[in-house]
């Protein structure tokens, strides 16, 4: 059996259906909010494939769910119990006292603001609003500090850390309905 992705309810048969942009298997009763998607079976396909390989004989095994457009886990009947990899895997998250770590770090070097500013070739008020945690840094200003005040501003999370609360569903897969709020 599988999951509505959007209220959560076990169906049979799922409908795959496109709503508001995003290709959903959802039951009967939450395919009525969509319009109706055929599907094409083709695992040669790997335009959306996230995988490393990109060959289409070691993708083969793995197409239901990597192929597709589909941004869901459970896209596919054969997924396994992998989580699906995309971009933001690779990327480290700024940690969440970043401000602290940079107003401590300038202060241990001795210098202020606008000394640390002219050292990055950035403008003091971008030291300011980051020391108050205004903005996020940038990828080139986040690096640019780490560099200068020799810090770490990235928090690697793991994947135990990346959980924040519970899904309703007892495999502990999320699906839209854990998430949304409808107004009926």
């Given at each position: 059996?599988?999951?509505?992705?959007?209220?959560?309810?076990?169906?049979?048969?799922?409908?795959?259906?496109?709503?508001?942009?995003a290709?959903?298997?959802?039951?009967?009763?939450?395919?009525?909010?969509g319009?109706?998607?055929?599907t094409?079976?083709?695992?040669?396909?790997?335009?959306?494939?996230?995988?490393?390989?990109?060959?289409?004989?070691s993708?083969?095994?793995?197409?239901?769910?990597t192929?597709?457009?589909?941004?869901?886990?459970?896209?596919g009947?054969?997924?396994g119990?992998?989580?699906?990899?995309?971009?933001?895997?690779?990327m480290?998250?700024?940690?969440?006292?970043y401000?602290?770590?940079?107003?401590?770090?300038?202060?241990?070097?001795?210098?202020s603001?606008?000394?640390?500013?002219?050292?990055?070739?950035?403008?003091?008020?971008?030291?300011?609003?980051?020391?108050?945690?205004?903005?996020?840094?940038?990828?080139?200003v986040?690096?640019?500090?780490?560099?200068?005040?020799?810090?770490?501003?990235?928090?690697g999370?793991?994947?135990?850390?990346?959980?924040?609360?519970e899904?309703?569903?007892?495999?502990?897969?999320?699906?839209?309905?854990?998430?949304?709020?409808?107004?009926?």
């Open positions: 059996m599988v999951q509505c992705e959007m209220c959560g309810k076990e169906t049979n048969s799922p409908n795959t259906v496109k709503i508001e942009g290709e959903l298997q959802v039951c009967d009763e939450c395919a009525e909010f319009t109706e998607v055929k094409q079976q083709s695992s040669t396909s790997t335009k959306y494939s996230t995988g490393s390989s990109g060959s289409s004989s993708g083969s095994s793995t197409s239901s769910s192929g597709g457009a589909s941004g869901s886990s459970s896209s009947g054969s997924g119990g992998r989580r699906r990899r995309d971009m933001f895997d690779e480290d998250e700024v940690a969440q006292d401000d602290n770590r940079i107003r401590s770090a300038r202060e241990a070097a001795g210098l603001q606008e000394e640390l500013a002219k050292k990055l070739n950035e403008k003091a008020s971008l030291i300011r609003k980051l020391e108050h945690g205004e903005i996020l840094p940038s990828d080139d986040q690096r640019k500090l780490e560099r200068e005040l020799d810090i770490d501003l990235s928090a999370a793991t994947p135990e850390e990346d959980t924040d609360w899904g309703g569903s007892a495999s502990g897969e999320y699906t839209l309905g854990d998430v949304v709020e409808r107004k009926d």
